[in-house]
């Protein structure tokens, strides 16, 4: 009982005074880069995220704008390798990784922002007048997620089963689903197994299989 009293007590004494200045300091900010920041690292994550960078504009420099594409390209090859690897959950895939980068690069030329402002501040914040850039750099790692998840498989049986299509474009028109006939009908007999998800359209053609259970079923009733 005498501890609860004393629990009591404490609870309702006042709060201890503050400093006489305490209430008139002036306010203190933190200009850290949030969890929200547009950075190299929600880049390649995939990440939603914010235009932070509070970098102003000045006057135009040839130089700016070449540091700024520099700064993009250097680490193309880090971006598209991390990509394609976590989509295939550790496997490399040098054919993807180069089309990765292809696509990169010519997004990344576009990003020189007139050399008005450095495309990433001190605090590693994309400005905010790279919205543009950023948008088209995360359009094609993301494609190249898709191309690494979906088409890889397939397009590794179709190179390896001799089908028509192969290489780069197999990657674009598997993850597009825009195949040609040949191609689809040489995956549909070929690489059956690895290819059925990623092309539906398959399911309208017989496979090898279906084509030699019919045959089987024919010669039966013909006896």
């Given at each position: 009982m005498k501890a609860l009293i004393v629990s009591l007590f404490l609870l309702g004494s006042a709060p201890p005074a503050l400093a006489p200045d305490a209430l008139s300091a002036p306010p203190v900010s933190d200009d850290s880069p949030t969890s929200w920041a547009c950075t190299v690292d929600t880049l390649r994550e995939g990440k939603e995220c914010v235009f932070e960078s509070e970098a102003t504009p000045g006057?135009?420099?040839?130089?700016q704008d070449a540091a700024n594409r520099k700064l993009l390209k250097d680490i193309s090859r880090a971006l598209c390798t991390e990509t394609v690897s976590n989509a295939r959950e550790g496997v490399s895939d040098a054919t993807l990784i180069s089309m990765c980068e292809k696509r990169y690069l010519a997004a990344a030329d576009r990003c020189g922002l007139g050399g008005n402002v450095s495309i990433v501040d001190s605090k590693g914040r994309f400005a905010a007048t790279a919205r543009t850039c950023y948008r088209g750099l995360s359009t094609v790692l993301q494609e190249a997620q898709l191309m690494a998840t979906v088409a890889a498989p397939c397009c590794e049986c179709a190179a390896r089963r001799g089908c028509p299509g192969t290489g780069d474009r197999c990657y674009a028109d598997v993850s597009q689903q825009q195949t040609s006939p040949a191609t689809l009908a040489c995956l549909s007999?070929?690489?059956?197994?690895?290819?059925?998800?990623?092309?539906?359209?398959?399911?309208t053609s017989p496979t090898a299989r279906e084509r030699a259970g019919g045959a089987s079923r024919s010669g039966s009733a013909s006896l």
């Open positions: 006057a135009p420099s040839s130089e007999e070929r690489c059956e197994d690895v290819c059925s998800v990623v092309l539906p359209s398959t399911s």
